[in-house]
């Protein structure tokens, strides 16, 4: 059952929402997103695209498509700017803490506890969780190449882009795919862009020298926090400029960030290599963003600051990069795409990001989730609850953990 009325399209126009309607909505997202970047951004468009309509489908791949261009968590750099949409720099602020909050919690808890996640029913309660990722990303997949891929030109373009990913790997696969998607575009895409009206439901209340601001304010950190560290010997300024740089200088999202973070955290010797592994492994437990995995780094520091002070200096320095590069990209981003010549490639673009969730949807999504006959039809009930009986996520989720932890008992009796 759907658990209330959609807001109407016009909301999708402006800034019209409060704070704290964002914050409760991505603090749900926060507790339910299992999955990885991939599967968070499918739980986006159920969320705000299907259920809120505080964007439409189009503009969503164009915000998409941004963020995946820029260094940082794609799904945390998407859920920013649709706070931002919503609900101006208080949303924005919402959004982050609402969808990052809860997967830090949990990581330093169990920095704290040192305990893990053992037996079939907890194993089989996680791997259900990978089952529902499957239904939500081939959920936002089927709806995306729908809104996005209407003609034969676009769906040429995203099957064209799940080749390149699936050829390349990897990021360098994803850039390739965007910029083909966009060359192709300006050659195929023209007439079906023409008609396209120039709004897509995306507005954002930051101005050309606020998006200065923050870009300069990214440079001054990256330059001028490992001069500081060097000369000034504080460890709470090492701390954030490691975490800051690792934030900065990582495309793809999470995973790509594992080996800058081992360089700079252990090989210094500030955590061990068996915590920062079983810290890795916890991360996947948890929902959120794994970008999170930092406060779980944080908290186990050696030596000061550690703790809370830890976990909350490193979090924040780990996300700041991206969220300011963001910032920055998007007033200029939004009057560049505005203009009649941009349409065509952009059209391309976003028929290429339908094609890049498609093929993420194979492969990490669905190997990692459906080893087993019954796996598939966990994940074939799932995707009925989200299609046929337009059963919200989160409850996807309950319906996910609980098939994936009875067949775990099954199996072990």
């Given at each position: ?7 109407p ?10 704070a704290g309607?964002v914050?409760v ?5 926060g507790?339910?997103s299992f ?8 739980y986006?468009?159920e969320?705000?695209?299907a ?9 969503y791949a ?8 820029l ?11 649709l706070?931002?949409q919503r609900?101006?720099a ?9 969808f ?8 330093v808890?169990f ?10 029913l ?36 995203a ?9 390349l790997?990897?990021?360098s696969?994803?850039?390739a795919a ?7 575009g300006?050659?195929?895409?023209r ?15 930051v ?8 870009l ?21 300024l090492?701390?954030?400029d490691?975490?800051y ?17 081992e ?6 010797g500030?955590?061990s290599a068996?915590?920062?592994l ?10 959120g ?30 996300f700041?990069p991206g969220?300011?590069?963001?910032t920055?990209a ?15 490639p ?12 498609g ?7 669905w ?16 995707f ?30």
């Amino acid at each position: 059952m759907n658990p209330g009325p959609a807001e109407p399209p016009e909301t999708a126009s402006g800034s019209q929402g409060a704070a704290g309607e964002v914050l409760v909505a991505f603090l749900k997202l926060g507790l339910t997103s299992f999955g990885g970047p991939i599967a968070h951004l499918g739980y986006f468009r159920e969320e705000f695209v299907a259920r809120r309509r505080w964007i439409d489908d189009r503009g969503y791949a164009d915000l998409v498509a941004l963020c995946q261009f820029l260094p940082g968590p794609a799904s945390s750099q998407v859920g920013f700017a649709l706070g931002l949409q919503r609900a101006g720099a208080k949303g924005a602020l919402a959004a982050w803490v609402g969808f990052t909050l809860p997967s830090a919690i949990l990581l330093v808890l169990f920095a704290w506890s040192a305990g893990a996640i053992a037996g079939p029913l907890g194993l089989g309660l996680l791997h259900g969780l990978k089952v529902a990722a499957v239904a939500i990303v081939a959920q936002a997949v089927w709806g995306m190449a729908r809104a996005l891929c209407p003609d034969r030109q676009r769906a040429g373009i995203a099957v064209a882009a799940v080749v390149i990913v699936t050829v390349l790997g990897g990021v360098s696969g994803q850039f390739a795919a965007i910029l083909a998607g966009a060359l192709a575009g300006l050659w195929l895409c023209r007439d079906e862009s023409a008609g396209q009206g120039q709004d897509a439901g995306l507005h954002f209340p930051v101005s050309k020298a606020a998006g200065v601001a923050a870009l300069a304010v990214f440079a001054l950190l990256l330059v001028g926090l490992p001069l500081l560290a060097a000369a000034v010997p504080m460890q709470a300024l090492a701390v954030v400029d490691a975490f800051y740089r690792a934030g900065a200088l990582v495309f793809g999202g999470g995973h790509v960030v594992l080996p800058l973070l081992e360089a700079e955290i252990v090989a210094p010797g500030w955590v061990s290599a068996d915590a920062f592994l079983a810290g890795y492994g916890a991360a996947q437990a948890v929902p959120g963003p794994l970008f999170t995995f930092a406060a779980f780094l944080g908290a186990l520091l050696e030596p000061a600051p550690n703790g809370i002070a830890g976990a909350a200096l490193a979090l924040v320095a780990i996300f700041l990069p991206g969220l300011l590069l963001l910032t920055g990209a998007l007033p200029f981003w939004s009057a560049l795409r505005a203009r009649p010549r941009i349409r065509a490639p952009m059209a391309g673009v976003n028929a290429a990001v339908v094609g890049i969730l498609g093929a993420a949807l194979y492969d990490p999504v669905w190997t990692a989730a459906i080893r087993r006959p019954e796996d598939f039809a966990l994940a074939l009930v799932c995707f009925a609850a989200l299609t046929v009986w337009k059963s919200p996520p989160w409850i996807v989720v309950l319906i996910a953990a609980a098939g994936g932890a009875g067949l775990a008992l099954l199996r072990s009796s």
